[in-house]
């Protein structure tokens, strides 16, 4: 139950960094600000989406989900799409 409640939690960080990118793409013109916020939004979404990859990959071979962590930018944006 502590994993559902943790995913939960990350999923809802998704869901509220989600809803601010779609804010801030329906302004049209982005000022300079917002530029960079949106790049941060992005960082921010792989990060969470990679800790709830952990978390699954933890869980499935028997180990703490919690003990998953936020990895860094440095880490996180060198993924391969």
């Known amino acids: 139950m502590a994993q559902q409640s943790s995913d939960e939690s990350v999923f809802r960080k998704i869901t509220g960094l989600v809803l601010e990118e779609q804010r801030l793409y329906a302004q049209g013109n982005l000022s300079d600000r917002d530029q960079l916020r949106l790049g941060t939004l992005k960082v921010e979404l792989d990060q969470c989406w990679d800790l709830l990859r952990q978390r699954d ?7 703490d989900p919690d003990t998953a962590k936020v990895r860094p930018e440095s880490v996180v944006e060198k993924y391969q799409q």
Do not use: N
């Open 57 to 63: 990959a933890k869980a499935e071979f028997g180990q």
